[in-house]
């Protein structure tokens, strides 16, 4: 049994003891601490506050909402229940509904026997570090103090699904047009989820012809959910057997995309973001837009910053986590942004990853080209990465080992906003180094032009680093 409390939400694994894992004393707990934090904000006009409750297909699902719509009723808040939302339309309903907060229940691409609660502001983004730490520190008080009778909150329900999809179909960058006429054929793994509902509804307003994967959203994933090649088995025997143009795979909560090439291979989930940017900036200098600025967490793929200089624009590069990328776009105001996990965030649309607007966007991007998806992937920035871990036995030693690291590549380019991040610029290739919040453990990320070489360097520094703790 698991049980992680982090700034962006608590997740954890399903039955057990409180505290140790996702149980319903914890799910109340920790919906209580958030509309407790609530309420310190001014209530719209003297009227109750609203929250907007979504959640993905997991079997756990019903009965994590009805805990947590039950705990926001008795809390004195009015709640918009979605039923089955992907997390991008959840974001998006908060801003539709015109509500206070949102809480997606979804433990994105972990197993079915993981679910979560995800945290929003009044704007569909996620919280602030400042704010999530405010309602863990709520939570572990354990003091509660429910509204009486008369002032208890109401439920209503409303499927925003279509106003997701009007949205995104809105967006002025989206070629509806030129995409109907290329009449392409798609094939969706949507794992057994959410994305089983909304994602055809896209595609068939798009004009593309849909063939559907594991599409009933009965939260029993027919594989790991992870939308990672060793997972998309089926996929691609699929997608050459129907002679489709592409693959399309999302995770449970539809908030991260990956594709397939038409000849069965993965374009590479870091691939997702990059082919994105490269169509938007395009669109953006023929548009004779100055500010030409994208984002990505420092474990994303060197092609973006190289897609964007290409464009005459800069690169900007954050810590990991959605909520450090998104703070990084509102900072510089960027065009684009996401992270190499197949999270694209336009924020045209909203900050927050969306594999809706990704999926419209790269089909955009292959209407205007007229080339097969593995063709325009060979015109893009050829890297690959390798992930490798360091295990230890003190957690003290992950100061000792990333201090080292620092000091020894000083001549060399150095991030140290998350862990340390060393960028070789002759060698065009990086590493990166950075703690799990929950572990003992040092993270491990490499990248270099060929996938040789991407897996040597990991190696080198992995063994550089266990020679400096002896």
């Not at 047009?177 to 094939?187: D, H, M, P, S, T």
């Not at 990465?385 to 230890?392: G, V, W």
């Amino acid at each position: 049994m698991t049980l992680i409390k982090s700034i962006s939400g608590i997740r954890g694994t399903i039955g057990g003891t409180p505290g140790e894992a996702l149980t319903p004393v914890d799910i109340v707990k920790f919906t209580y601490a958030y509309c407790s934090e609530l309420r310190k904000r001014k209530a719209p006009n003297g009227a109750k506050y609203k929250v907007v409750v979504g959640r993905d297909a997991r079997i756990s699902g019903l009965m994590v909402e009805n805990l947590v719509c039950g705990t926001l009723v008795a809390c004195g808040v009015d709640v918009v229940k979605c039923g089955f939302a992907s997390t991008p339309t959840t974001e998006l309903a908060v801003r539709f509904a015109g509500a206070d907060g949102g809480i997606i229940l979804t433990a994105s691409h972990n197993p079915r026997q993981w679910n979560a609660l995800k945290l929003l502001n009044e704007h569909g983004e996620f919280l602030t570090a400042a704010q999530g730490q405010a309602i863990l520190d709520c939570a572990e008080k354990g003091e509660f103090d429910f509204a009486d009778v008369d002032s208890l909150g109401k439920i209503t329900e409303h499927d925003y699904t279509d106003e997701h999809i009007d949205a995104v179909l809105a967006l002025e960058t989206v070629d509806a047009e030129a995409i109907r006429k290329a009449g392409f054929k798609v094939v969706l793994d949507s794992i057994n989820s959410v994305g089983g509902i909304i994602m055809p509804r896209l595609l068939e307003r798009l004009g593309v012809e849909c063939i559907t994967l594991n599409g009933e959203p009965t939260g029993d994933f027919a594989h790991n959910p992870e939308p990672l090649p060793a997972n998309l088995v089926e996929l691609s025997e699929t997608v050459v057997r129907e002679k489709a143009d592409l693959g399309v795979s999302v995770d449970p909560d539809v908030d991260r995309l990956a594709f397939i090439c038409e000849d069965g291979k993965p374009f590479v989930e870091e691939y997702t973001l990059v082919a994105v940017a490269d169509y938007l900036l395009d669109e953006a200098v023929k548009a004779g837009r100055k500010n030409l600025a994208t984002v990505s967490n420092l474990s994303s793929s060197r092609a973006l910053r190289d897609v964007t200089e290409a464009h005459g624009g800069t690169y900007y590069a954050s810590a990991v986590g959605e909520v450090n990328v998104t703070t990084k776009m509102h900072e510089v105001d960027a065009l684009i942004g996401g992270e190499g996990n197949g999270g694209v965030i336009y924020p045209a649309s909203h900050c927050g990853r969306d594999a809706m607007v990704g999926v419209a966007l790269f089909l955009s991007k292959l209407a205007h080209n007229g080339m097969k998806v593995s063709e325009y992937k060979k015109t893009l920035p050829q890297y690959f990465i390798a992930k490798n871990r360091i295990d230890l036995s003190d957690s003290a030693l992950i100061d000792k080992i990333l201090g080292a690291m620092k000091e020894t590549f000083k001549n060399e380019r150095v991030n140290t906003i998350d862990g340390v991040k060393v960028d070789f610029e002759a060698a065009r290739e990086w590493v990166h180094l950075r703690r799990s919040n929950t572990e003992p453990i040092i993270r491990v990320y490499s990248e270099a032009p060929t996938e040789e070489r991407a897996v040597a360097l990991g190696n080198e520094v992995v063994a550089l680093a266990k020679s400096i703790i002896g």
